[in-house]
């Protein structure tokens, strides 16, 4: 298992860290209506996040900025990685079907993620969801940028442990909306992979509180179990419910660990994230 990044105390209760910056010339018209490579290596993937970047910034009208993060922005990728893209938008409206409208149709092969803020959501949400902060803090790559406005959302300092905290009680709050299993008509396949993402979500705010920034989800369910022992069965039953929501993502996954359709694995998985939610 890989060392976690241990955050300094006084940069995580007011993280504001450096972005990484990339150049946001636009291509002409000709390259942007060229072919998009294929995304086979992190390169390639870097090169694709930049061209789609370019693409989206020229409609001013719907798109402000755009990051790169998650595991192509950490050179931590694998083949089944998507390519998470956080895009800056002028109003609610838009959304990643509209923004997909402006991309050659191509793209849409590609392992591509849009996750669409207005200048107030994405405050809010880098606020209230340690994760998000985390994410964008430490690894966001600005690849376009009109008038260094997400740069400027991205560098105000917040307070790590208070992000953690909401976010741990949101959390909670969408596990007890899943309590009711006759509503899953005995195939509780969409619950398993909900309940595992939640779960997931719930490891990084709580290694957020411990000042640990650790975005590989094995290593990050490990170093929890270490910090938090008594969580360490509920932790492991947990993790296990990965293939679940691999089968619901449509990415290559392994055996599943027991039957969709096992009511007692599944009322057991619900109370095991139920009590990491309030430890």
């Not at 591509?112 to 107030?120: D, G, N, Q």
């Not at 560098?155 to 909306?177: F, G, K, N, V, Y």
Request: hydrophobic share 45%; proline share 4%; with cysteine.
């Amino acid at each position: 298992m890989r060392k976690p990044r241990i955050l300094a105390r006084r940069t995580s209760r007011e993280l504001s860290m450096q972005v990484v910056s990339r150049s946001t010339k636009r291509n002409s018209a000709e390259d942007r209506t060229r072919r998009y490579p294929a995304a086979v290596e992190t390169s390639a993937r870097l090169e694709l996040a930049q061209l789609i970047a370019d693409e989206l910034i020229s409609h001013p009208e719907a798109v402000v900025g755009v990051a790169l993060f998650g595991s192509v922005a950490r050179h931590e990728d694998s083949d089944a990685s998507d390519i998470d893209l956080l895009v800056l938008v002028g109003r609610p409206a838009i959304g990643a079907r509209t923004l997909r409208t402006f991309l050659p149709s191509n793209v849409s092969t590609q392992r591509v993620s849009l996750a669409c803020y207005t200048e107030s959501m994405l405050r809010e949400g880098m606020r209230t969801h340690a994760s998000l902060a985390l994410h964008l803090k430490l690894e966001a790559a600005i690849l376009a940028d009109t008038g260094g406005r997400l740069s400027t959302i991205i560098h105000t300092p917040i307070d790590l442990h208070q992000a953690a905290d909401a976010e741990i009680a949101a959390l909670r709050s969408s596990l007890e909306r899943l309590r009711e299993l006759r509503q899953y008509n005995g195939d509780y396949l969409f619950l398993l992979s909900r309940v595992y993402r939640i779960s997931r979500s719930l490891v990084y705010a709580f290694l957020a509180r411990l000042d640990i920034a650790e975005f590989d989800t094995a290593t990050a369910f490990a170093v929890l179990s270490e910090h938090r022992q008594e969580l360490a069965p509920y932790l492991q039953a947990l993790e296990r419910l990965r293939p679940f929501s691999d089968l619901t993502s449509e990415v290559p996954s392994s055996e599943l660990p027991f039957s969709r359709e096992a009511h007692g694995a599944a009322a057991y998985a619900l109370q095991a994230a139920l009590k990491l939610a309030t430890a």
